[in-house]
Nanobody
Framework: QVQLMESGGELVQPGESLRLTCTAPGSGFAIYAMAWYRQPPGKEREMVARIVVNGDVDYGDSVRGRFTISRHRVGNVSYLQMNNLKPEDTAVYYC?????????WGQGTQVTVSS
């Protein structure tokens, strides 16, 4: 079992920025892709951003141009830079990875955008 840990979620005002971090400590596995999903209150989970080993990046339509996903191999770290946050970005954000051991989810971190 790969234990993912998300951090960085907090209460911010509209227009502000926030960076989320996902870490997958340990060794003995290879990460093929890292992704961020979110689940707004009362709604279904949706894909936010995904990056694969060849560097290809996908973004959800609602965040394209505002959010940026990046990956640092050392420490198996993924970042989600969120700019120009809007109230509709309020959600629990989840880290997801695909590895040679299977797929894994983090516990989520709450992002609230409100004045």
């Amino acid at each position: 079992q790969v234990q993912l840990m998300e951090s960085g979620g907090e209460l911010v005002q509209p227009g502000e920025s926030l960076r989320l971090t996902c870490t997958a400590p340990g060794s003995g596995f290879a990460i093929y892709a890292m992704a961020w999903y979110r689940q707004p209150p009362g709604k279904e989970r949706e894909m936010v951003a995904r990056i694969v080993v060849n560097g290809d990046v996908d973004y959800g339509d609602s965040v394209r141009g505002r959010f940026t996903i990046s990956r640092h191999r050392v420490g198996n770290v993924s970042y989600l830079q969120m700019n120009n946050l809007k109230p509709e970005d309020t959600a629990v954000y989840y880290c997801n990875i695909r590895t040679n051991l299977g797929g894994f989810w983090g516990q989520g971190t709450q992002v609230t955008v409100s004045s």
